[in-house]
């Protein structure tokens, strides 16, 4: 079965600091992963894949297989960063056909204080 | 554009009471999904549309929740009887076809009394 842990329910750091939100994932397949947000009284929306390999807002994350890990980074934290992350997977059976189960973690909520 | 709309965004009702919410995707989405978001967690798949077929609804309770896509276009999601474990969020999004990115509505937030 798929799953995706997010050990921070919490996170807090000062405008400017470093900031890392982990996602830790458990797969039999070929993961897909992605990193969705939102910010507060709007919907929940895509921040990124990792696919993509591009950095949205400043953020990047990088799939690392050998650690099942996607983590979310971000050099300089903003103030309006500040909402709640959740990493989200799907897993496309080895066997073929398709599963586009989209299997989210519990979230961490990010605020960055002025 | 006003994305996925969906409808009330609001519901409160008593324990045994029908409750339905209703959804409309993105224009030329032919995927729609409803998830249940449950306080502190992340939102947990229901069930997936191609079109108006059901593809995925496997986490779907049947005894109690029923959903239809007529025409392959809006959706309602229904619980008889809601129980006090179905307070939560009930969250639709849509897509070009499965895999694609979906786009989020602004949920509907149950309560059941």
């Known amino acids: 079965a798929q799953r995706v842990t997010q050990p921070e329910k919490l996170l807090s750091v000062f405008k400017g600091a470093p900031v890392e939100l982990k996602c830790n994932y458990s797969y039999s397949g070929s993961p897909e992963l992605f990193w969705y947000v939102q910010y507060s009284r709007q919907r929940l929306q895509l921040l990124l894949r990792h696919i993509s390999r591009e950095s949205i807002k400043g953020f990047t994350a990088d799939l690392n297989k050998g650690e099942t890990s996607f983590h979310l980074k971000k050099p300089f934290a903003q103030e309006e960063d500040s909402a709640m992350y959740y990493c989200a997977l799907t897993v496309r059976p080895n066997s073929g056909g398709s599963n586009y189960k989209l299997t989210f973690g519990k979230g961490t909520l990010l605020t960055v204080n002025p | 554009e006003a994305g996925v709309v969906q409808s009330p965004r609001y519901k409160i009702i008593e324990k045994k009471q029908p409750v339905a919410f209703w959804c409309n995707p993105i224009?030329?989405?032919?995927?729609l999904y409803w998830y249940r978001q449950n306080l502190g967690q992340g939102p947990e798949l229901l069930i997936r549309?191609?079109?108006?077929?059901?593809?995925?609804d496997s986490q779907l309770p049947k005894d109690r929740f029923s959903a239809e896509r007529l025409k392959g276009v809006d959706s309602t999601l229904k619980i008889q009887p809601a129980e006090l474990g179905d307070s939560a969020v009930y969250l639709c999004a849509s897509s070009l076809r499965s895999g694609t990115e979906q786009y989020f509505g602004p949920g509907t937030r149950l309560t059941v009394t």
């Open positions: 224009s030329g989405h032919n995927t």
């Open positions: 549309y191609e079109n108006e077929e059901a593809v995925d």
